[in-house]
């Protein structure tokens, strides 16, 4: 069976996803890497790995 799509669970994992209690009882989703809708809005995704991608990248492994 072949699925050209990851599930959520794939993509909280590879993006490193967790879920912070907050005192008023939500939960906010953080993550090490961004999400998809977040890397589709930042104006990185051009459709190729460019070197202002890895610049980015490397960047905020730094900052890790």
Same mark, same amino acid.
């Given at each position: 069976?072949?699925?050209?799509?990851? +599930?959520?669970?794939?993509?909280?994992?590879?993006?490193?996803?967790?879920?912070?209690?907050?005192?008023?009882?939500?939960?906010?989703?953080? +993550?090490?890497?961004?999400?998809?809708?977040?890397?589709?809005?930042?104006?990185?995704?051009?459709?190729?790995? +460019?070197?202002?991608?890895?610049?980015?990248?490397?960047?905020?492994?730094?900052?890790?």
């Amino acid at each position: 069976y072949y699925d050209d799509g990851l +599930s959520e669970e794939e993509i909280d994992f590879m993006c490193g996803t967790y879920y912070v209690h907050q005192a008023q009882g939500t939960n906010v989703v953080v +993550s090490w890497w961004p999400r998809p809708h977040a890397w589709n809005a930042s104006g990185l995704n051009v459709g190729f790995w +460019s070197a202002r991608c890895e610049d980015w990248f490397q960047t905020h492994l730094d900052n890790i």
